[in-house]
């Protein structure tokens, strides 16, 4: 079984960075993890993906330039380094992983984390 826990999370202002870390067990069972987000009112929106073996990665197009994905094999843990927060970067953030090729559709994913809260204030 596989589980995902995200830590990384607060409360930061516009324009701060911040790294979110995704620690995953049993992640032999997963070929892509990947990162989305979902804020209070509003559809998940897919972030960015990598995949554990080559490192190919994914953006969103509403991310991209702004963070950067990233995964550490020996300690089983991919990462969500933001730069340039933005109030409206406000949401729950969730890992997840999945067996399949980079995706950007949350269906592509078996397994999620429960999710960390980021704030963004102005």
């Known amino acids: 079984q596989v589980q995902l826990v995200e830590s990384g999370g607060g409360l930061v202002q516009a324009g701060d960075s911040l790294r979110l870390s995704c620690a995953a067990s049993?992640?032999?069972?997963?070929?892509?993890m990947g990162w989305f987000r979902q804020a209070p009112g509003k559809e998940r929106e897919f972030l960015a993906a990598?995949?554990?073996?080559?490192?190919?990665?994914l953006y969103g197009d509403s991310v991209k330039g702004r963070f950067t994905i990233s995964r550490e094999n020996i300690k089983n843990t991919v990462y969500l380094q933001m730069s340039s927060l933005k109030p409206e970067d406000t949401a729950v953030y969730s890992c997840?992983?999945?067996?399949?090729?980079?995706?950007?559709?949350?269906?592509?994913?078996?397994?999620w984390g429960q999710g960390i809260q980021v704030t963004v204030s102005s």
């Open positions: 049993g992640r032999t069972f997963t070929n892509t």
């Open positions: 990598i995949t554990w073996i080559s490192g190919r990665t």
């Open positions: 997840a992983g999945g067996r399949n090729i980079l995706g950007r559709v949350s269906g592509n994913y078996e397994y």
